[in-house]
């Protein structure tokens, strides 16, 4: 769902017989960012980002943060 009007639509059906096994949590991005990073990308790996980000509909830098968070727990698993 990329809109608000996607998600009333979804939550206004009869859900009582959802599977939701099927679904994974997403964490919301409740904190401060208060920490600035400034790093330099070869301009293609930037290019993929951002077009990656789009498909999802989100802004690229959500984007870049989502997939550090999840190294970070790859890390932490490992």
């Known amino acids: 769902m990329t809109t ?4 009333e639509a979804f ?3 009869d859900l009582s017989d959802l599977d939701f096994s099927q679904f994974k949590p997403y964490r919301f991005e409740f904190e401060n960012k208060t920490a ?3 790093m330099r990308l070869p301009e293609g790996q930037l290019a993929t980002l951002k077009a990656e980000a789009r498909k ?3 802004p690229y830098q959500r984007f870049m943060r989502e ?3 999840r190294g970070l727990q790859n890390l932490k698993a490992s």
């Open 4 to 7: 608000d009007e996607e998600a």
């Open 67 to 69: 997939l550090l968070e």
């Open 36 to 38: 600035r990073v400034n």
């Open 56 to 58: 999802r509909g989100i």
């Open 11 to 13: 939550l206004e059906q």
